[in-house]
Every structure is written in structure tokens, then in C-alpha cells.
């Protein structure tokens, strides 16, 4: 069952129905374990002008070549859909503002949209790549907080994150710019921003997450503003993800806390985090996030050091592919995460 609630409240409320759906918000849509017992969690993050509830909504269509959802296959993980925040879309005021019916709809606001960063061209990510940053960051600290979230319920080593096209785009760049030690990372139809300046970071990164998440940490601005975090003061507490997430860092200490999950008990090796598998998928016929932008993401997280499974379709569209989608990420679940399958 589908449920919205908060994000800090995992309370079942009622089924929505197609009708029912809401605007975008900044609701979280959680669908409970279909067992009584909670053993993973995923956390999905939707496209471009969707939201949490629709999304989850839709995740539900693809099916695994025996006709069973996700869900039903894994039924001890809860699945978790966070909402973008609504934003100003540069692009879409630009094509209001030179249209010929803007007087008409001048009270209209088109150019906010539920999105997880702005953007120019989805084409072509590197074009006035500025107006990504603020949204970025935002969303970063979102999703770095509902992992926070989930991690007093489950290890960080049971939870998969990811998801589809800015999604994508966004969760990737969480796991990038973060310490975290995560069971697996699962992205459709992605790609990568900023890839041109990750790439360019000095080579000692390569396999290092300490190095890798202080040098993309760089690139998103996510050390600026605070004076703490700039000269690297280990006792300030915006510079650390507490041990809750399972590790302590600050951007520019060369030092390394490692901590104990409290859920798990057990301590992450250094640069651990690196090691966490991702899936990555894409159709060739995506018209809306080029394939070669896809192949470019893996490449790139492939030469930082990342086992990635890479699979390339030749139709399915900006989507989970509807024949081979369940069943490819079903195995590698069940690889990542050492999860059994549901008979």
C-alpha cells in the first residue's frame, strides 16, 4: 500500500487513487514492508517536474518477467520517496517571458516547478551548469537528512538510494560528496553534473572516499558559507554527518573519525564507501536524457573507483524498461544487499 506521511512520521494513512493525487509538496510517500518485519530500505528519487506520490504511483507498473513488483519480490523493504522542493526554472521564464500568450497568463506561475535542482538543458548539462548549484545543494542536505532518517531504523549497509533522470543525477552526487557506506546505489536514465570538474580532480582520489567526497564537496560549493566548515574546524557540527550516518568527517581534515552505527554495531573500514555497488540502466531511444549521458555517468564512476553494473537498452524511453527493468535490478538487490527473494 501507498502511503504519504511526513517525513519524520511513517504512520499508514489511506490508499491514494489516481483522482486523489496530490500537487507536488514537500511530503514524503513511504509503502511500508509487506512483512512485519523491516529489513532494508530504498529510497527512490523522482524526475523532473514529479513528485514523491506520483512517483511511487508509477513505480508499481513495470514488472518482473513472472508479473510480480518490486515489492512483492523483496517483501521486507521499505521503499521511501522523498519530494523535490517547488523552484524557479530559468528556462521555462526565459520561454515565458517570449511567448506570445504571456500577457494572458501573467498571473500564472510557470516557471515554478517541483524539481530537485534547476537546470538549462538536460542535453547538454554543462551549459550555464550555474544555475544547478543552489538546488543541489538543497536537495543534497535533503536527502543526506532522510538518510539520517532511516539510518535509526536500518544500517546504512541495507539501504540503496538512487533512482530516475534528475534523480538520478541528484543521488549520485549524495553518494558522491558524502562518506557514506551504503548497500548499493540504483540509477535509470541519469547522468552527471558537473562531470567535466569531478573528473578533473586530482587523480589521489581515485578509490579514496575521503578524498573523492572533500573534492566534489569542492565543486558544489557545499563547504562555503560557513566558516567552520572552510578552515576545516573538526568541532564544528555543520562540518559532520554525526555517527548516525556511521561516519564523522570535515572537509578539509585529512583525519578520518570512523564510527559506530548505532543500529548495526558495527564499525565501516575506512573508504568503504567507495566500495558501494551501483547499478546503472538506460535506453537508447531516451529522448529526454540523452543514452551517451547515461554511458558518460558510468564511466565516470566507473574511473572513480566504483564496481557499476551497466546496462544499455535499445528501447524503454526516460523509464524503468518495462520487460528487463524488475528483473535486472531484482538480481543485482539481491547481490548488493545479500537479500533473498520472495518465492
Not at 144 to 150: A, G, K, N, R, V
Not at 285 to 302: E, F, I, S, W
Request: aromatic share 8%; glycine share 6%.
Amino acid at each position: 500500500m501507498v502511503t504519504t506521511s511526513n517525513t519524520n512520521d511513517a504512520s499508514t494513512m489511506d490508499t491514494i487513487s489516481d483522482e486523489d493525487l496530490p500537487t507536488p509538496s514537500d511530503s514524503t510517500t513511504i509503502v511500508a514492508p509487506r512483512t512485519n518485519k523491516h529489513t532494508h530500505t530504498v529510497i527512490f528519487l523522482h524526475g523532473r517536474e514529479d513528485c514523491g506520490t506520483w512517483f511511487a504511483q508509477d513505480f508499481f507498473d513495470p514488472r518482473s518477467s513472472d508479473g510480480r513488483t518490486l515489492a512483492e519480490i523483496f517483501p521486507s523493504i521499505r521503499l521511501v520517496f522523498p519530494t523535490a522542493k517547488r523552484q524557479f526554472s530559468a528556462r521555462y521564464n526565459h520561454e515565458f517571458e517570449n511567448s506570445s500568450f504571456k500577457d494572458a497568463f501573467k498571473s500564472e506561475n510557470f516557471d515554478i516547478i517541483s524539481q530537485w535542482f534547476d537546470i538549462w538543458d538536460v542535453r547538454d548539462p554543462e551549459d550555464r551548469k550555474e544555475l544547478m548549484l543552489p538546488g543541489l545543494q538543497e536537495s543534497i542536505r535533503q536527502i543526506t537528512d532522510t538518510i539520517i532518517e532511516e539510518a535509526q531504523i536500518i544500517p546504512l549497509e541495507r539501504m540503496i538510494l538512487g533512482r530516475i533522470s534528475q534523480g538520478c543525477a541528484t543521488a549520485i552526487l549524495a553518494l558522491l560528496s558524502s562518506e557514506m557506506h551504503l548497500g548499493g546505489f540504483i540509477g535509470w536514465c541519469g547522468f552527471l553534473p558537473f562531470q567535466r570538474s569531478i573528473e578533473a580532480l586530482n587523480t589521489r582520489i581515485i578509490g579514496n572516499k575521503h578524498e573523492l567526497s572533500g573534492g566534489v564537496q569542492g565543486i558544489l560549493g557545499l563547504n562555503q558559507g560557513d566558516p567552520d566548515l572552510e578552515s576545516g574546524n573538526p568541532n564544528s557540527e555543520d562540518s559532520k554527518i554525526e555517527a548516525r550516518v556511521g561516519t564523522t568527517y570535515t572537509v578539509k581534515d585529512a583525519e578520518i573519525n570512523q564510527k559506530e552505527i548505532f543500529t548495526s554495531g558495527s564499525p565501516i573500514p575506512p573508504q568503504a564507501a567507495i566500495n558501494t555497488p551501483i547499478f546503472l540502466a538506460h535506453s537508447e531511444d531516451d529522448d529526454v536524457v540523452p543514452c551517451k549521458l547515461g554511458d558518460d555517468l558510468c564511466q565516470t564512476v566507473k574511473h572513480l573507483g566504483f564496481n557499476v553494473t551497466w546496462k544499455k537498452y535499445k528501447d524503454g524511453m526516460p523509464q524503468i524498461h518495462p520487460d528487463h527493468g524488475v528483473d535486472d535490478m531484482s538480481l543485482f538487490i539481491q547481490r548488493a544487499l545479500n537479500i533473498y527473494t520472495a518465492n
